[in-house]
């Protein structure tokens, strides 16, 4: 019973610390002119949570934080194309994790990829407008780059702290 109620209160630390993060996008303004370019900091909650607990823990808080971060500081499209971003990449994350024991860094970059490709596509079928896909190399690209360093972060995290699940 005690390593369940120390297993939920990390998790609840998490999730408290994905919608900071989220928060502190907010103010981040867009330099790069295309939209949906962001670095995506509670991305770095998500990694650390498939690699050092497990797979319903990453889907759960993860689903949990958009769908919270949209009604906080968003709206209900950006629940949707948060939910899609982050679903794709967490299932891409977590194959690529268990085919291949690939770095975290890796899996990250892959990852950040992987939510720019979701999101673009449910902005293709919600504006109904394919023209969009012009930017997918801008966004791929933005998200190698941030993939890279949220995978850098969440390594040096997960090598740095001592937390109960899964060791790797």
Do not use: D
């Not at 330099?31 to 995506?40: A, S, T």
């Not at 949209?70 to 994350?93: D, K, P």
């Not at 896909?133 to 390594?155: C, D, E, K, M, R």
């Not at 090598?159 to 899964?166: A, D, E, I, Q, S």
């Amino acid at each position: 019973m005690k390593t369940m109620k120390k297993k939920v209160a990390f998790l609840g630390i998490f999730l408290a610390l994905a919608l900071i993060f989220s928060y502190i996008e907010t103010w981040i303004p867009n330099v790069f002119g295309v939209p949906g370019i962001k670095l995506g900091l509670a991305n770095i909650v998500t990694v650390i949570l498939l690699f050092r607990f497990g797979t319903k823990e990453a889907y759960g808080i993860s689903i949990v934080r958009v769908i919270l971060a949209g009604f906080l500081f968003g709206n209900l499209a950006s629940i949707l194309y948060g939910l899609a971003g982050a679903m794709l990449s967490l299932t891409v994350m977590l194959l690529m994790k268990k085919c291949s024991r690939l770095k975290v860094i890796v899996v990250s970059a892959v990852g950040g990829i992987c939510h720019n490709i979701g999101q673009l596509t449910v902005a293709i079928l919600v504006l109904e407008n394919y023209k969009i896909a012009f930017y997918l190399p801008v966004l791929l690209i933005s998200g190698l780059v941030t993939g890279i360093l949220i995978g850098i972060v969440a390594q040096e995290v997960i090598l740095r702290l001592h937390m109960g699940g899964k060791q790797e």
